[in-house]
C-alpha cells in the first residue's frame, strides 16, 4: 500500500527559516568584542622573559589598584603612542640600546641608564 504524501505548506524554505522579528540580534562572532576603533593588524613581536614579567606585573598592580583590566597589548600600544607624542627623534639610533638611551634621556628623570 502506497502512503500518502503530506501536504506541502505554502512557505518557501527561506519563509521558514529567516527571523521573525525585524530587530532579532545579531549572532555574535568568535571571539572578544573589539575595544579599538581604528584600524588595526594583529603582529607577533618577541619579547624577553623579564619583559613579560614587567607587563604582566603592571597589568596586576593597575588591576590591584583601580579594578581595571589591562592586557598586555593595550600596554605596549600605550607606550608606543607616548614616545610617539613625545616626539622623541629615534632616527639616529642605530641599536636598541640607542633607541633605549634616546628614550630614558628624554625622560629626564634616567640619565644614560643611571637610576637615582
Same mark, same amino acid.
Given at each position: ?6 501536504? @506541502?505548506?505554502?512557505?518557501? /524554505? ?5 527571523? /521573525? @522579528?525585524?530587530? =532579532? ?12 576603533? %581604528? =584600524? ?12 613579560? !614579567?614587567?607587563?604582566? @606585573? ?19 600600544? =600605550? ?16 641599536? %636598541? ?5 634616546? !628614550?630614558?634621556? @628624554? ?10
Amino acid at each position: 500500500m502506497a502512503r500518502a504524501r503530506k501536504k @506541502r505548506t505554502s512557505k518557501t /524554505t527561506q519563509d521558514i527559516f529567516s527571523p /521573525t @522579528r525585524s530587530g =532579532a540580534p545579531q549572532r555574535r562572532k568568535p571571539g572578544r568584542p573589539p575595544i579599538h576603533d %581604528e =584600524a588595526w593588524t594583529k603582529v607577533t613581536v618577541v619579547l624577553f622573559n623579564r619583559q613579560i !614579567v614587567f607587563l604582566d @606585573r603592571l597589568a596586576a598592580n593597575i588591576r590591584a589598584q583601580s579594578g581595571a583590566a589591562i592586557s598586555r597589548a593595550q600596554l605596549i600600544r =600605550a607606550l608606543l603612542d607616548a614616545v610617539a607624542d613625545a616626539d622623541i627623534d629615534l632616527t639616529a639610533a642605530t641599536s %636598541e640600546a640607542d633607541l633605549k638611551a634616546t !628614550v630614558l634621556a @628624554r625622560l629626564g628623570r634616567y640619565r644614560l641608564g643611571i637610576t637615582q
